[in-house]
């Protein structure tokens, strides 16, 4: 039989939490003023202080009665974001739109002056898009590409494709690095990004963005439709479905400001 825990120890981590969230929030403290905040008398957040200090999570400013936070718990944070699979991630998210579509999805990166493949899930149609993972594609011909490219600076832009063949893989594809310029703002106001039929005829892709912690686009999630099987008018539920797998994702991921 498990034992049951003492209330004065779970009084005690609670404190500890407490006083954790409030040196969060203020650069640095002293101990007067954070009893108060609290509610604690001074002799007890003393006593706390000096413990956590002892393990290495807060710090005290000299002999001053102020303390604040320190890396180590920072650095306990980011050691659980190791091991935070990203694609292990996304796998989830795409399968559950892929049980309400049941059209092809594709998690991609940047690679160089390219996207990368790096997950999908096939669609259940006969009629579908042929990929594979580790396929490249251009950035400035597919959703994901200009997804991943929406929101670099223009010097970056210029810059990794400068030295890239602008191959007119259908009529609809951009000829060159102002055309995708021009189609990066709109991207950046819609927060999604589309392939209407630019890298493949008869194919059409939506995008949204997957950010890290620090709130950098780090890849790309897209679904793809025959345009025989695309329906206008559920354009506004698509990209919802994949605005809210791409939120889920990145706040798995440690950001938790999607602009979506």
């Known amino acids: 039989m498990e034992k049951s825990t003492p209330p004065e120890a779970v009084s005690s981590v609670l404190k500890v ?38 393990l290495g999570y807060v710090s005290q400013e000299g002999e001053a009665d102020k303390y604040s936070l320190t890396l180590k718990m920072f650095e306990l944070g980011a050691k659980s974001l190791e091991y935070v699979d990203l694609i292990e991630l996304a796998d989830k998210e795409m399968r559950y739109i892929s049980e309400q579509t049941n059209e092809a999805l594709h998690l991609g990166a940047l690679d160089e002056n390219a996207i990368i493949y790096i997950h999908k899930i096939d669609s259940g149609y006969n009629l579908r898009m042929q990929s594979r993972i580790g ?31 602008f191959i007119k893989h259908t009529k609809k ?49 897209s679904i793809s439709f025959p345009t025989i099987r695309f329906d206008e008018k559920r354009m506004e539920y698509y990209v919802r479905l994949m605005h809210q797998a791409g939120k889920n994702i990145s706040e798995q991921l440690g950001y938790h400001s999607y602009p979506a």
């Open 17 to 54: 939490f407490h006083i954790l969230q409030a040196l969060g929030e203020q650069k640095a403290i002293g101990v007067s003023e954070l009893s108060q905040r609290l509610m604690m008398s001074k002799a007890t957040t003393y006593r706390f202080l000096q413990t956590m200090k002892s």
């Open 173 to 221: 594809t951009l000829e060159n690095t102002d055309q995708v310029l021009i189609e990066l703002a709109k991207v950046r106001d819609l927060h999604y990004a589309e392939d209407n039929e630019e890298q493949e005829p008869g194919l059409r892709c939506i995008a949204a963005p997957i950010y890290d912690r620090f709130g950098q686009i780090i890849a790309g999630l």
């Open 135 to 165: 396929r490249r594609n251009p950035l400035y011909s597919t959703a994901i590409g200009k997804m991943l490219l929406s929101e670099r600076d223009e010097s970056f832009i210029r810059d990794v494709l400068s030295d890239v063949e």
